[in-house]
């Protein structure tokens, strides 16, 4: 997770009150001082929702590719399988919405990917249904996707998408990411995440790569997250069940890796609601629109300072 830093004013007065005050003292100003409190709290990831579906279409290479551009490093995707046992990366089980399956394959609705091969599934265009811009964009493998998320120096929420309709993909995907080398220790310690709505499956991967970082989608209620935290280390809610006391709840219980677990929330576009997650203290934000939400608190951000400004911090230090 990134630290926002503090700024250079506000960290240069915070070292001088070390100076200056007593040891007691000290330790007494956060309850003193929740503006100062405010500045120093770790602002939450963004994370790209299949790459920047709100300028490019979801889950390909050119929506991560739009990510970095952007300066966004963790994106989102949702991973299934072919009928002849490949990984791909899309969000819907059937082929129909972002691709062009309906005009090239007619007769084999309900174009589940599952029913169609990966040669199949190649000859689609995943970019005309979104805009003639993207004509021929494909719709990746997920080791291609690995690859250009390395290349891009980003980091991946990998969604497991309706686990239930792909038995055994939580072994396959271990044995893919090794293959692509995700799962060196760089990689395991700071670039992946592995999320699912499905805890069996959750479980199930945890199982075969107990050192890969996890997150349950969903809202488990504060009593359940025990057991929940036996397997993941993040509860990555729709935001609109997100509070500040759930998340307290959350981060009250230490997850699989031994740290407090985590809250991502989904899927937020709207900056003042990003905002409010925020003061609510979840370490994640996932939107569609990243760079709006990353302008949205960078600017929440700076008022913050601004209104924590040098003489505010002096007078609250006593000097
Ligand atoms: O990452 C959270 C979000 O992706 C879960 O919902 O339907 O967009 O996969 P969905
Ligand atoms: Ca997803």
Do not use: C
Not at 106 to 112: D, E, L, Q, V
Not at 281 to 286: E, F, L, Q, T
Request: no cysteine; proline share 6%.
């Amino acid at each position: 997770m990134r630290i926002r830093p503090v700024s250079a004013v506000t960290s240069a007065l915070l070292g001088l009150s070390a100076l200056f005050l007593a040891a007691p003292q000290a330790q007494a100003l956060p309850a003193a001082a929740p503006a100062a409190k405010s500045s120093q709290t770790a602002a939450p990831l963004v994370i790209g929702h299949r790459g920047v579906p709100v300028r490019a279409p979801e889950n390909t290479l050119a929506s991560i590719d739009e990510a970095a551009d952007l300066g966004i490093t963790w994106v989102e995707n949702d991973v299934q399988r072919t009928k002849d046992g490949a990984l791909i990366v899309m969000h819907d089980t059937t082929l129909e919405r972002t691709t062009d399956a309906r005009r090239r394959y007619p007769g084999r609705a309900p174009w589940k990917i599952a029913d169609f091969t990966l040669a199949e599934i190649q000859k689609l265009d995943a970019g005309s249904w979104y805009d003639r811009r993207f004509a021929g964009e494909r719709v990746p493998t997920l080791r291609r996707y690995l690859q250009r998320v390395d290349h891009n120096r980003q980091k991946l929420l990998l969604e497991v998408k309706a686990p239930e309709l792909y038995p055994g993909i939580e072994r396959q995907l271990a044995a893919e990411l090794q293959r692509a080398g995700w799962l060196n220790a760089r990689h395991v310690r700071s670039s992946l995440v592995v999320q699912s709505f499905s805890a069996p499956s959750l479980k199930a991967f945890h199982r075969v790569r107990p050192d890969v970082r996890t997150g349950f989608l969903g809202a488990p209620k504060p009593a359940e997250l025990r057991s929940y935290a036996a397997f993941a280390d993040q509860i990555n809610p729709n935001h609109k069940s997100v509070t500040a006391a759930y998340v307290r709840a959350v981060h009250a219980v230490r997850g699989a890796h031994g740290r407090p677990l985590e809250v991502s929330a989904w899927t937020v576009d709207n900056g003042d609601r990003a905002v409010a997650l925020a003061r609510m203290g979840v370490d994640g934000i996932i939107s569609n629109a990243p760079q709006v939400i990353e302008e949205a608190l960078e600017e929440a951000t700076d008022e913050q300072e601004e209104d924590d400004g040098p003489l505010s911090i002096l007078s609250f230090l006593g000097l």
